[in-house]
Nanobody
Framework: QVQLVESGGGLVHAGGSLSLSCAAS????????WGWYRQAPGKERELVAT???????NYADSVKGRFNVSRDNARTTFYLQMSSLKPEDTAIYYC?????????????WGQGTQVTVTS
């Protein structure tokens, strides 16, 4: 069974940094695309950043210049580096990936990890 396992997150003061990682585990052909989303209390889940199969990245305006996404050479782990964190970045962060499990392409979500930024 293929799953996404997130790690990282935690509590940090405003202006600080945190990193999240998302590892695809199980048997699969490849990961086609990645994404990080977040959901704050009382709000809908929103896009944070994505990375396409060719490495093209896209960021929400609210995180541009502060957050950076990357992946490992094996393309099985996806990272979110967050800096200059603000209290409004507080949310549960979810990893999303399109994983090729031949002959299908699965859309998977991680379990979510809490990021709390204190003022």
């Amino acid at each position: 069974q293929v799953q996404l396992v997130e790690s990282g997150g935690g509590l940090v003061h405003a202006g600080g940094s945190l990193s999240l990682s998302c590892a695809a585990s199980g048997t699969f052909f490849s990961v086609y695309a990645w994404g990080w989303y977040r959901q704050a209390p009382g709000k809908e889940r929103e896009l944070v950043a994505t990375m396409a199969v060719d490495g093209t990245t896209n960021y929400a305006d609210s995180v541009k210049g502060r957050f950076n996404v990357s992946r490992d050479n094996a393309r099985t782990t996806f990272y979110l580096q967050m800096s200059s964190l603000k209290p409004e970045d507080t949310a549960i962060y979810y990893c999303n990936a399109e994983v090729i499990v031949l002959p299908k392409k699965l859309n998977l979500w991680g379990q979510g990890t809490q990021v709390t930024v204190t003022s």
